[in-house]
T-cell receptor, first 116, second 114 residues
Framework: AQSVTQLDSHVSVSEGTPVLLRCNYSSSYSPSLFWYVQHPNKGLQLLLKYTSAATLVKGINGFEAEFKKSETSFHLTKPSAHMSDAAEYFCVVSDHSGGGADGLTFGKGTHLIIQP | DGGITQSPKYLFRKEGQNVTLSCEQNLNHDAMYWYRQDPGQGLRLIYYSQIVNDFQKGDIAEGYSVSREKKESFPLTVTSAQKNPTAFYLC?????????????FGNGTRLTVT
C-alpha cells in the first residue's frame, strides 16, 4: 500500500524568501514521486518527478525536490519566492502496489501564499 | 501546440439531467483519465482508459459513464444517479498507463448542478 501526507495545508512566505513545502510518503516498493502545481481554476502542471535516478531533482520555475529514502520524504523547495508562485501544490506517489485504481495517490495539497 | 482541451469551462445543469463533459487531446497519448476535485481534497479518479475501446472504473465511478471510441477523445457523462455532481472535473492523459508516467492535465470543467 502507498500513502502520501502533505504536512502543511497552507504555507505563507514573503516574496524573495525561500519556499519549503513538505511531503512524506509510504511505499512498499521503489516509488515514483511527483510534484504538481495548480493555479486557480486551472489544471495541474507537472513541476518535477523522481523515478529512481538522481535523488535531487530539478524542475521548472526554479523548484527542486530531494528524495530522502531514510526519511521517506520528498520536500519541494525554491530559493526565492515570486508572486507568480502563489498556487496549490500537490505531491503524488506512485508505485506498483496500488493507491488509486490508476496506481497514484494524491496528497491533499498545500496552498502557497506569497506576501508582497 | 499539443495539449488537452476540456469544454466547456463552466457548466450549469438542473438536478435530474445528464450532462456530458468533453475532453480532447492531441498529444498522441494512449492513456486518458477523469478526476474529480472538491475543495480541500486531493484528486479522486473517476474512470481511466489505457487504450481505445477500453476503460476501467476508478475509485468513484458510481453515477458516471465514459466512452473511448477515438484515441484523442474521452468524454465523461455525469448522470442523474450521481448524488453530488457539483465539482471541478479534470481530464488528463499520459503516454501510457505506467506508474512512472507523468500526467498532462486540461484546464478543467466546473460543473454546478442546482
Amino acid at each position: 500500500a502507498q500513502s502520501v501526507t502533505q504536512l502543511d495545508s497552507h504555507v505563507s512566505v514573503s516574496e524573495g524568501t525561500p519556499v519549503l513545502l513538505r511531503c512524506n510518503y509510504s511505499s512498499s516498493y521503489s516509488p515514483s514521486l511527483f510534484w504538481y502545481v495548480q493555479h486557480p481554476n486551472k489544471g495541474l502542471q507537472l513541476l518535477l518527478k523522481y523515478t529512481s535516478a538522481a535523488t535531487l531533482v530539478k524542475g521548472i520555475n526554479g523548484f527542486e525536490a530531494e528524495f530522502k529514502k531514510s526519511e521517506t520524504s520528498f520536500h519541494l523547495t525554491k530559493p526565492s519566492a515570486h508572486m507568480s508562485d502563489a498556487a496549490e501544490y500537490f505531491c503524488v506517489v506512485s508505485d506498483h502496489s496500488g493507491g488509486g485504481a490508476d496506481g497514484l495517490t494524491f496528497g491533499k495539497g498545500t496552498h502557497l501564499i506569497i506576501q508582497p | 501546440d499539443g495539449g488537452i482541451t476540456q469544454s466547456p469551462k463552466y457548466l450549469f445543469r438542473k438536478e435530474g439531467q445528464n450532462v456530458t463533459l468533453s475532453c480532447e487531446q492531441n498529444l498522441n497519448h494512449d492513456a486518458m483519465y477523469w478526476y474529480r476535485q472538491d475543495p480541500g481534497q486531493g484528486l479522486r479518479l473517476i474512470y481511466y482508459s489505457q487504450i481505445v475501446n477500453d476503460f476501467q472504473k476508478g475509485d468513484i465511478a458510481e453515477g458516471y459513464s465514459v466512452s473511448r471510441e477515438k484515441k484523442e477523445s474521452f468524454p465523461l457523462t455525469v448522470t442523474s444517479a450521481q448524488k453530488n455532481p457539483t465539482a471541478f472535473y479534470l481530464c488528463a492523459s499520459s503516454v501510457r498507463h505506467a506508474y512512472n508516467s507523468p500526467l498532462h492535465f486540461g484546464n478543467g470543467t466546473r460543473l454546478t448542478v442546482t
